[in-house]
């Protein structure tokens, strides 16, 4: 049973920050991969920022230089730390994992529930 759960979304003032957190638990083997995404209403979720089991980075145009990924892929923990939020970054935000379990027996992919953001004054 593979679990992530994120935390940390609210409600900011533009200009503002925000730090989201996930959480992987369950029979959990490796994790190669892990990922920040998000989903606007009426918009097609979008890859926000990316990890590797390398520590190596990658991030969308749209939030370069404003948002910092980091975590241990060996822990299954990631976060997301935003600054500078703008209203475009209203969204529900995802953690993602690709990882491989004891229960399914191989790579597959893993989404959380979802963390509301809403920058807004």
């Known amino acids: 049973q593979v679990q992530l759960v994120e935390s940390g979304g609210g409600l900011v003032q533009p200009g503002g920050s925000l730090r989201l957190s996930c959480a992987a638990s369950g029979s959990i083997i490796k994790i190669n991969a892990m990922s920040w995404y998000r989903q606007a209403p009426g918009s097609q979720r979008e890859l926000v920022a990316h990890?590797?089991?390398?520590?190596?980075?990658n991030y969308a145009d749209s939030v370069k230089g404003r948002f910092t990924i980091s975590g241990d892929n060996l822990k299954g923990t990631l976060y997301l730390q935003m600054s500078s939020l703008k209203p475009e970054d209203t969204a529900v935000y995802y953690c993602?994992?690709?990882?491989?379990?004891?229960?399914?027996?191989?790579?597959?992919?893993?989404w959380g529930q979802g963390t509301q953001v809403t920058v807004s004054s």
């Open positions: 990890l590797t089991s390398y520590g190596s980075t």
């Open positions: 993602y994992a690709d990882l491989y379990s004891r229960d399914a027996d191989r790579w597959a992919d893993y």
